[in-house]
């Protein structure tokens, strides 16, 4: 990528800059700390996988291999379908905030964004997205981080939510240890994010004005404000309803995932998917490893030997087949979108760039060149 491409970083023409070099993805592909995040989890779960009794690894490929093609196919199709709903969705929510963008132009950067999630740690894709946002459009960053910053609030509320309802449908029988201990987890998580929502909107822009914060803090805070805060009450039934939709869609990946291995003695039923991938994708707002790696799967394996008794071999063929559709592919299929996407390198036409919404209490005119 060229150095020539920038982005100004402040209000007045002459605030400071950011290359697109500071930002590269390779550049952080070769620092040391993003290769042990990758490494590390990888060689803590091969451990783990060979050590631990149950594990036939020459089995695995044959288990996989068996696998019926056409649902695997499905089971990837349901997946994406997933990425134009979280692009509508993200649509609404930037909407609100008052930048107008069509929903081919907010998936396509999410899916880089996730693209960067999977190889880097510490959810810097979620960074990556409002810059990358604010390279190609006439937007403010901090109001655009404020829409991403909602966008996994609605996400978190919605996993534990689905979570517990399939987990309780699931355990309807009787409920076990380990599968307690996750839904007080969840019930916490819900709970923390309520507090911290409240707190936020009431107490927020009050304690900025009592600390003694330079009144540029203040003025980004006001702009992320606006775009964590800037959908109305009309809005959240049908952002919520999206969001049902984009996770139903991860549920049903593994549910086609187990369906295509077609191990006889597996069965979960949709809840008891839902439940298993739910939960896995809660862990994957852990910012330690990208994509949650390390943790993801070994949540998975042990839940399903763990709590619903699949035998060991199946368990691990099943999350391999899994993460594969759900990591593997947006690493190979994004990283082709990385280098042929104009977006990445800050390319967006006029015609392109997000429009101001009429009448929006957050226009893209305000402070459109600067955080």
């Not at 700390?33 to 451990?47: E, K, Q």
Request: hydrophobic share 55%; aromatic share 8%.
């Amino acid at each position: 990528m060229s150095n020539a491409a920038r982005v100004p970083e402040a209000d007045s023409p002459a605030g400071p800059e950011v290359t697109v070099d500071q930002i590269s993805l390779g550049r952080r592909l070769r620092q040391p700390r993003t290769l042990v995040s990758i490494l590390v989890p990888i060689m803590v779960l091969a451990l783990l996988v060979v050590s631990l009794p149950g594990f036939k690894l020459n089995q695995l490929p044959g288990l996989i291999l068996g696998a019926d093609p056409w649902l695997l196919l499905a089971a990837f199709a349901v997946y994406y379908l997933g990425f134009p709903l979280r692009g509508l969705r993200w649509k609404l929510l930037l909407r609100a905030a008052g930048s107008d963008v069509s929903v081919r132009d907010s998936t396509e950067i999410i899916y880089i964004s996730w693209l960067v999630n999977c190889v880097v740690p510490a959810k810097l894709g979620d960074v990556y997205r409002a810059w990358l946002f604010r390279l190609n459009f006439a937007v403010s960053l901090s109001r655009t981080l404020g829409t991403v910053f909602i966008e996994r609030i609605f996400d978190l509320f919605v996993i534990v939510l689905m979570g517990l309802a399939a987990g309780l449908w699931s355990f309807r029988a009787g409920m076990p240890h380990e599968v307690l201990v996750i839904f007080l987890v969840g019930f916490a998580v819900v709970a923390l994010l309520a507090v911290g929502l409240f707190t936020l909107r009431n107490f927020g822009r009050r304690l900025l004005d009592v600390l003694p914060v330079p009144e540029r803090l203040v003025s980004l805070y006001e702009r992320f404000e606006e775009g964590v805060f800037g959908i109305g009450a009309r809005q959240v039934p049908v952002i919520g309803v999206v969001s049902v939709l984009i996770w139903t869609t991860e549920a049903a990946r593994l549910y086609l995932v187990i369906a295509a291995l077609g191990f006889s003695d597996v069965h979960l039923g949709m809840s008891g998917t839902a439940f298993v991938a739910l939960s896995a994708s809660l862990l994957t707002a852990i910012p330690l490893t990208p994509a949650g790696l390390g943790f993801v799967e070994g949540a998975v394996v042990g839940l399903l030997t763990a709590v619903y008794h699949v035998p060991s071999n199946q368990a691990l063929a099943i999350t391999v087949v899994d993460r594969s559709i759900s990591v593997l592919t947006v690493i190979v299929l994004g990283s082709i979108l990385y280098v042929l996407s104009p977006k990445t390198k800050g390319r967006a036409t006029g015609a392109g760039r997000a429009g101001e919404v009429a009448g929006s209490p957050a226009r893209v005119g305000d402070g459109g060149s600067g955080i």
